[in-house]
């Protein structure tokens, strides 16, 4: 069975800053995807990155970028220019790309505090 | 396009009683899943639904339960409600196509007294 394991439960980072948020798992697939969401007070939750396996260049969206390195089975996340906004909690998320299984497995999150 | 829908915003129901909670898809989206997400933790998978059947199921006990209708919208049934059960639910949707996306509704927080 995947595991995700986030091991910073708190993260904090002044307003403008870089912070980088870490992520493992553990799989014994070739393929998947791995995703960040971010999930703030509101509940809803939010697609920030998506990363492809298959695919070794690292995935970037705007001011976050990932670094994705498949043997060691590491995944983090990276938010520059940090903003108020981005204070939230985040999940790294792993789903196999077996079409027949659209389960994801989460860690259990880190909490980003940005401070002005 | 309304993104995902999920009904009631909340809920708070005894220990025993049964509660249905109830998500709409994404537009153009076949396959329905189901998580939970205690307090301080990630969401845990409970089952997905495709073609009005349920296709893989997470390790949650046989109270838990569902339903998928023709146009998609999916219940999630609960019997039996026990404190452990206080939890956000929420419900993602995709497109058996192409699990690479799958996009999340804003959840139904349930509180079991």
């Known amino acids: 069975a995947q595991t995700v394991t986030q091991s910073q439960p708190e993260m904090s980072v002044q307003e403008a800053e870089t912070v980088t948020l870490s992520c493992t798992y553990d799989?014994?697939?070739?393929?998947?995807?791995l995703f960040w969401y971010k999930q703030p007070p509101s509940r809803q939750m939010i697609l920030v990155i998506r990363?492809?396996?298959?695919?070794?260049q690292n995935a970037t969206e705007n001011r976050f970028s990932v670094n994705f390195q498949k043997a060691a089975k590491s995944f983090s996340l990276k938010i520059s220019d940090s903003q108020l906004g981005d204070a939230a909690m985040y999940f790294c998320?792993?789903?196999?790309?077996?079409?027949?299984?659209?389960?994801?497995?989460f860690g259990d999150g880190t909490t980003l505090t940005v401070k002005p | 396009d309304a993104g995902v829908t999920q009904s009631p915003t909340h809920l708070i129901k005894t220990r025993g009683q049964q509660v249905t909670l109830r998500c709409s898809p994404k537009?153009?989206?076949?396959?329905v899943s189901w998580y939970q997400q205690a307090l301080g933790q990630g969401p845990q998978f409970i089952f997905q639904?495709?073609?009005?059947?349920?296709?893989q199921r997470g390790n949650f006990p046989d109270r838990f339960s569902g339903h998928q209708f023709p146009n998609y919208s999916s219940e999630l049934n609960v019997n039996a409600l026990l404190l452990g059960d206080s939890a956000l639910y929420l419900c993602?949707?995709?497109?058996?196509?192409?699990?690479?996306?799958?996009?999340f509704g804003p959840g139904t927080r349930l509180t079991v007294l």
């Open positions: 537009s153009g989206h076949d396959t």
């Open positions: 639904y495709y073609e009005e059947e349920e296709r």
């Open positions: 799989t014994s697939e070739s393929d998947y995807y």
């Open positions: 990363q492809e396996a298959y695919k070794q």
């Open positions: 993602a949707s995709s497109h058996s196509r192409s699990y690479s996306e799958q996009f």
């Open positions: 998320a792993y789903r196999t790309v077996n079409t027949n299984a659209g389960k994801s497995t």
